[in-house]
Nanobody
């Protein structure tokens, strides 16, 4: 019923930038919080940045000042602008959203399939 599709990952040199996008589609009535998570090999998935439906944001300490999360509610899309990338930012990045579908009375968590970001010279 609902799909989250990420795009924008790739290989970038240290100090470079990437912009990730995540578009939600399907029978969507409302989207609550949206966010980006990442998981490096051998590590647990961690929250990178989150944004509420009203636009309030929060960030992991490791990315503050370098990453910016934003959303376009009309397009059901969330973005992650990543600047000054470091090798330790290398991970699979996953989009997450709390979505209420038509006919439902509650929000449910949905996940994208992930996009790989590799920071290396």
């Amino acid at each position: 019923q609902v799909q989250l599709v990420e795009s924008g990952g790739g290989l970038v040199q240290p100090g470079g930038s990437l912009r990730l996008s995540c578009a939600a589609s399907g029978s969507i009535f409302s989207i609550n919080d949206m966010g980006w998570y990442r998981q490096a090999p051998g590590k647990q998935r961690e929250l990178v940045a989150g944004i509420t439906s009203g636009g309030s944001t929060n960030y992991a300490e490791s990315v503050k000042g370098r990453f910016t999360i934003s959303r376009d509610n009309a397009k059901n899309t969330v973005y992650l602008q990543m600047n000054s990338l470091k090798p330790e930012d290398t991970a699979a990045y996953y989009c997450n959203a709390g979505i209420m579908v038509y006919g439902s009375i509650r929000y449910r968590d949905y996940w994208g399939r992930g996009t790989q970001v590799t920071v290396s010279s």
